[in-house]
């Protein structure tokens, strides 16, 4: 791995948690990303499902102070999109040669979603070492991670889906866990009602929990 997406990993894997975002307005971006920060988490993954996506990237990427992602990608003209915003890294819901290999000519990390042992291997191929475990809490949980780093010795994880407070020390208790995707500390009607305050106590109650 490049110098770029490795320290792109390492902060993931430092924060823990992983934000994932659905914004429907840009202008919720900036005022989300400072909660976020407030709540020492300066980490998000905002979805593709939106249309205002690449101009929430682009806005948060001018703070200068987050570790920002592209989620729900899955072409790589949304891996341009993307990249010019100011992301970071790329998540993918599965594994796409294309999108993949155009990550790694943009030299960003990318976390394609891989369940299964074949995934792993196929991702593996493609010169990766992380994943993004997903949909987690339907695909097996914690004991189907357990398993499958078993075999893949060198494979990082970063689960994704049903994952919350309930959970978290489930998967963080892996040594192949790398970080835990979630949006419990993000919930899109407290974004789209523009409780700012309310997600930083969220957020710094999930970063807490995490440290526990």
């Not at 902060?11 to 989300?32: F, I, K, M, N, T």
Request: charged letters at 15%; a negative charge.
């Amino acid at each position: 791995m490049s110098p770029q997406p490795q320290q792109t990993l390492d902060q993931l894997s430092a924060a823990r948690l992983v934000p994932v975002v659905v914004l429907d307005d840009a202008a919720h971006a900036d005022p989300l990303a400072a909660a976020l920060a407030a709540g020492g988490l300066p980490v998000a993954e905002v979805t593709f499902r939106t249309a205002a996506a690449a101009d929430s990237i682009r806005a948060m990427a001018a703070r200068g102070d987050m570790i920002l992602g592209a989620g729900t990608v899955l072409t790589t003209d949304q891996v341009d999109l993307a990249v010019a915003a100011g992301a970071s890294y790329v998540v993918s819901p599965g594994l796409s040669r294309a999108v993949v290999e155009r990550c790694q000519e943009h030299g960003i990390l990318v976390l394609p979603g891989a369940v299964t042992a074949t995934e792993i291997q196929a991702a593996l191929e493609l010169g990766l070492t992380t994943v993004k475990f997903f949909p987690a809490g339907t695909s097996g949980g914690a004991p189907a991670i357990k398993a499958l780093a078993a075999p893949f010795g060198g494979v990082s994880f970063v689960p994704t889906g049903g994952v919350g407070p309930a959970n978290l020390h489930e998967y963080l208790a892996i040594p192949a866990v790398a970080a835990v995707g979630g949006s419990w500390m993000v919930p899109k009607n407290l974004v789209n009602s523009g409780d700012f305050a309310e997600i930083t106590r969220l957020t710094a109650e999930a970063v807490a929990l995490a440290a526990r």
